[in-house]
């Protein structure tokens, strides 16, 4: 008797319905474990390797302590280093939030453009990545920022991202940079460097 009302409400659409939820909740769990454990393993750098461009080994190998430490003088000194970058990066995908970097990074190399025909292009190709409403990576910009920003889109020039970009440099400066180097990940890359120089 149990066993057929059972099977009667796993038939019936309201029982369909507890059961995907059911699956859907497990789903969600799963997820949000793995999510803790990419997380939690991408701050500890335990591997740092895994983080950096190009030949990683050798890489490591030539990050000296002092070209770490020469992170946290400044921000702007952080990002003119490759490797500084490549950490930088890791350490807001573990925020969920490397889309301001990646939005700047997008900026640098749109500078160096020298075809008007690939110039706007590319810019129209940041805008729609980047700073329209609902973008695929939108960073947190003003409104005011946003709307210049969409005008200059009119007609794309060289500086036609400034202004968002600035924006987008002074929040990372003054939010996520402090951050970083407060980080385990930057922490531990510093002592891994020392512990190769002794």
């Not at 995908?93 to 939005?103: A, D, I, P, V, W």
Request: glycine share 4%.
């Amino acid at each position: 008797r149990w066993s057929f009302l059972t099977r009667s409400l796993s038939d019936h659409p309201v029982g369909k319905d507890l059961q995907a939820m059911r699956t859907g909740q497990r789903q969600n769990k799963g997820m949000r474990t793995r999510l803790g454990c990419l997380s939690h393993k991408s701050d500890s750098c335990s591997d740092f390797t895994a983080i950096l461009p190009d030949k990683p080994n050798r890489a490591l190998k030539r990050l000296s302590t002092e070209e770490a430490t020469r992170w946290a003088d400044s921000f702007d000194v952080l990002l003119s280093h490759k490797y500084g970058v490549a950490a930088f990066r890791a350490f807001l995908k573990t925020e969920f939030s490397e889309e301001n970097l990646e939005f700047w990074l997008a900026c640098e190399e749109f500078k160096k453009t020298r075809s008007t025909a690939k110039l706007v292009s590319k810019a129209h190709r940041i805008f729609e990545e980047f700073v329209d409403v609902q973008a695929p990576r939108e960073v947190n910009i003003d409104f005011q920022t946003r709307e210049a920003t969409r005008k200059n889109m009119q007609e794309p020039s060289l500086t036609c991202f400034d202004q968002a970009q600035g924006k987008v440099h002074s929040l990372m400066e003054k939010d996520s940079y402090p951050r970083f180097l407060r980080s385990k990940m930057y922490l531990d890359l510093l002592s891994q460097s020392q512990r190769r120089l002794s």
